[in-house]
């Protein structure tokens, strides 16, 4: 096809990038949207059953830290656009094996960008963009007395996920000061929605439910996150690609900060209610267990640069993503129950083993 623009996204198979691939298939018809994932344990490519065979999509399976692989992508697809969200996302992971966080997040975007480099320097970068996705834990931890993060807060971050996504922050505004590559950098709050990783808290928690198997909560439960719904980032997604300042920052959040216990409390009530059980009944599920190492104690964004620059505002009213969330993770037991299947099963009894 004879294609507007060309854009790689890593990480398409994953929770947020199957998002934003499925936004941009089915909303730009003109572009062509290639999708570059390793299919690691995160990522599926049944989270985009519905948009594979459109003629505008390609699905490349490879590593962003393969330099030659990744230089057959670019060249050979002439693409403009990157949209970087492959990385390595569960700080519980990170705890375990730091190097591979640092070989995913840092040389994969470095190799990203090397390469892009290579490839979009000598043509002049005018129309490129390379739009690296990360989050807010670079900022380190708030304390509870109502302070935000915004752009200028300084980075600090405290797990070898945090550390790992800051630096590669660091390298995609190196390369736009050194090089003068188009860079743009976003740093969101925790996502939630379908497709998500039953490791992470809201999935693995409705699963457990479901199945009446104990809830995990780390420490007395008091942490705070600042919650969207997945939609509602791929929306700014799109937005800050196309009409977002070059070389800068845009944080976005939920405005929706929730305690993780009265988060546990309404995911329960809900889980409860669609099962047909009475609300409540499965709160003798939660278990509290030994803290996680480093805990950051509170995230919560100021997004109001996004909002007054570009006019976006996130569209759903938590009690109502929750609902949807939860009403999805139901009707697909058997999304949940083939991601979880084979190595995970281990993973999580080697996870929580002792830890009660
Ligand atoms: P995810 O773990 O669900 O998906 C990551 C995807 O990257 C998977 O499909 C995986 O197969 C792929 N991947 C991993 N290593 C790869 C490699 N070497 N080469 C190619 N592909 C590889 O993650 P997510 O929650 O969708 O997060 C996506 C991005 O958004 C990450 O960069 C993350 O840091 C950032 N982010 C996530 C959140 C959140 O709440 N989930 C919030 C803010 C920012
Ligand atoms: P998580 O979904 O892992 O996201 P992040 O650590 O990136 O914020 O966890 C969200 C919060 O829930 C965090 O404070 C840790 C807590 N948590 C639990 O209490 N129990 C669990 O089993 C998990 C996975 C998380």
Redesign the pocket.
Same mark, same amino acid.
């Given at each position: 096809m004879n294609a507007k623009r060309t854009i790689l996204i @890593?990480? !398409? =198979? !994953?929770?947020? !990038?199957?998002h934003v691939v499925r936004l941009f298939v089915n909303k730009y018809p003109d572009y062509r949207i290639i999708n570059?994932? /390793?299919? @690691? %344990? =995160?990522?599926?490519l049944a989270n985009l059953k519905d948009i594979e065979d459109k003629p505008n999509y390609a699905f490349v399976k !490879?590593?962003?830290?393969d330099y030659e692989g990744v230089r057959e992508i670019i060249a050979r697809n002439r693409v403009d656009g990157i949209i970087?969200?492959? =990385? $390595?996302?569960?700080v519980d992971r990170s705890i375990k094996d730091p190097f591979l966080f640092a070989? @995913?997040?840092v040389l994969?975007t470095l190799t990203l960008l090397q390469v892009a480099r290579e490839y979009w320097e000598p043509v002049g970068w005018e129309g490129k963009r390379f739009y690296h996705?990360? @989050?807010? $834990?670079v900022y380190g931890s708030l304390e509870f007395d109502g302070s935000l993060f915004t752009e200028e807060t300084k980075y600090q971050p405290h797990s070898p %996920?945090s550390a790992a /996504?800051a630096s590669s922050d660091h390298f995609v505004r190196a390369y736009h000061d050194t090089y003068g590559m188009p860079t743009l950098v976003t740093?969101?709050?925790?996502?939630?929605g379908p497709y998500?990783?039953p490791e /992470?808290l809201i999935p693995l928690f409705i699963n457990n439910i479901r199945h009446r198997k104990p809830l995990p909560v780390y420490g007395k439960g008091e942490n705070v996150r600042d919650w969207l719904y997945v939609e509602d980032?791929a929306r700014a997604i799109d937005l800050i690609f196309h009409e977002g300042r070059v070389a800068e920052t845009y944080n976005i959040g939920g405005s929706n900060e929730w305690r993780n216990i009265d988060l546990i409390r309404l995911t329960i009530r809900t889980t409860d209610r669609l099962l047909g059980r009475p609300e409540g009944v499965d709160e003798d599920l939660i278990t509290f267990v030994t803290d996680r190492k480093g805990h950051d104690l509170r995230y919560a964004i100021d997004s109001s640069k996004l909002e007054r620059e570009l006019g976006w505002r996130p569209s759903l009213q938590f009690e109502e993503g929750i609902e949807k969330t939860v009403r999805w993770y139901l009707d697909n037991q058997e999304w949940l129950d083939n991601v979880t299947s084979g190595d995970y099963q281990k993973y999580y009894e080697d996870m929580y083993k002792g830890r009660g």
């Open positions: @890593t990480g !398409g =198979a !994953g929770f947020i !990038g199957s570059l994932d /390793k299919l @690691t %344990y =995160a990522g599926n !490879g590593d962003i830290c970087h969200l492959a =990385a $390595e996302s569960h070989r @995913t997040n994969g996705i990360s @989050t807010d $834990e %996920y /996504k740093n969101c709050s925790n996502n939630y998500q990783f /992470k980032h």
